[in-house]
């Protein structure tokens, strides 16, 4: 338990009177500041009826020590016993939402004696949640000078009661002048309290908001419905301009007038905060939207909250909206449950990181990506969950896949190369027989032909990234490479069932993707050439062809099929990775790899390549 009691000075007496805080409250904190200054007692109660607060007029009226204080004071022990049931019931009535009003209630002192007191009270606490009660007491015994002032115009103060807040509060009577002004108020003009009584409101308005203050203010007067808040701007003696916002009402008294009284903010920090805030939001989302990277940011609870329109393109989604609530799990290809805690938990400890990782394209596939994740914080340094900024690195990937291909090749095709030419120069000596001469001979000269030919190979993929497509004959380009299959391999394709003509779009290297087919189905085939099988046929579904090669080869295990044309593999070799670069290029697919007899892996193999048709068949 906290107990605070705060000095004030009573200047009517010059002695020291203090307040009594039984659980400082932060958002209550400005409230108790004024109520210390208000010459009514004012005091607070929880929801238990507990006392959490008293001005210094109400442990003057109550006659409240420390001991007492400190003991807990409970509002039965304020009221005659004969009224704690109507308490009671006005508290519960007050917590359901009831009209606060004023009551008569006679209030015990800590010696004993029964004050005849109006109460008003009233409920405290947030938009959704009710936290205790306040209560403003009026001494209906004394009869001093200023509590006389008070109950002579009680109409006002308990409309002041009513509209009370930590702002500025000021009175105008019928013909546009001050009658009443707080201390705030005279803060807020920067002016005395005699250089505003008595004079103008229109006097303290900034000229753009004169015509529609006034014409309100004439409103109200004759009863008219008009806005009970607005904003304006008022000029202080400095000449500085603030920014105000008001609460305004009227009240006839007892003189039959009717006079305006009205709450006074100052907002002037709060919008100036508020336009910077706007500046720097604007300047953030122009960033966020135009950045080239994705950008994503999860909660505590690891779902998305914020995602900028490159993520979704990139993600192949069309809003934001369609990822905004849900997990960054749903994004994150092959992250387990403790991969993730494991990330928060570095998040959490403020750690940033650099890593790769894979995203779930929304049609499917993966995206890879480089990722820099960085914990979120709130201004008091709490966690409040992870941005993340992901880049794109498809054709990092892509070109790291090259250069592990020419690497390979190098090291592997050309180093085998080498070896069969440095083997056919072991061989080559004056005196060896003619026959190993010549046999050393053909070993140098099938080396560098293959080093020539591997480089043809690659210099022709290189150059296929780059030349456009157009309308080509498929069925003329597959006749030409069969053509050379027999001349060169001695096996004959069937071609057969390509009759008539299809014209899709490709480009010059067209002949070089048949040729590497017909020879990687030809040169893994172990049988005798007249027994191997190279059959072309082809089919078309809308506005694709697929063009299907089948040998009788050995085959290849289900396990190792979508390796096949894996670059980074290496099962198929240059010639391979130059297909599959091509199929990319004419269709944006791979080529995919079948049993030739389904269920049959040993009997033989069909590759499918698809291409955009530029003409049906005639």
Known sequence: MSLTRGPINDYRCGTMKTSYHRKPSPER????????????????????????????AAISLLKLDDAKLAGGVHVDSLVIPEQHALVHEGLHQLLEGATPTSISLRVVTANGIAVPSQVYADAIGTDSEITGYVAYVVDLARREVAEEKILSQKEILEF???????????????????????????????????????????????????????????????????????????????????????????FRGRDGKIRTVAQLLDITDELQSAHALQASEYRYRSLVETMDSGLSVDNG???????????CHM??????DQLIGHPITEILHGWTQNHVHEKVQARREGKIEHYEAQLLHSKGGTVPVMVTASPVLNREGEYMGSMAVFTDISELKKAEAVIHFLLDLLLHDVG???????????????DSPPEQRSRSQRYIMDGALRCLELIQKVRRAEESKSEPL?????CSVIAAEAELLFKQRGVRADVEELKGDVVVYADQALSQLVWNLFENAVIHNPKEESEKLVKVSGKQSGKIYTLTITDNGPGIPDRKKGDLFDPTRRYGGVGLHLVRRLAEKYSNTHPTVRDRVEGRPEEGLCIDVQFQIAREKS
């Open 301 to 311: 609870d690891g779902k998305m909250v914020l995602v900028n329109e490159a993520l």
């Open 470 to 474: 157009t309308p080509v004959h498929l």
């Open 416 to 430: 085998n190369q080498l070896q069969l030419i440095l083997a056919g120069g072991d061989f080559w000596e004056t």
């Open 29 to 56: 904190e400005k409230f108790r500041e004024v109520a210390d200054e208000m010459l009514i007692p004012v005091l607070e109660f929880d929801l238990n009826f507990i006392l959490q607060y008293a001005n210094p």
């Open 315 to 320: 993600l192949g989604y069309d809003s934001p």
């Open 160 to 250: 002041m009661v009513d509209y009370y807040s930590f702002s500025g509060i000021i009175i105008v009577n019928d013909n546009y002048r001050f009658e009443y002004v707080n201390d705030k108020m005279c803060d807020i003009l920067g002016r005395l309290r005699n250089e505003v009584i008595g004079h103008d409101f229109r006097e303290f308005l900034h000229p753009d908001g004169i015509e529609m203050v006034s014409d309100r203010y004439r409103r109200r007067q004759q009863g008219e419905d008009v806005p009970s808040v607005y904003e304006l701007e008022v000029v202080r003696k400095d000449g500085e301009v603030r920014d105000i916002r008001m609460n305004v009402g009227s």
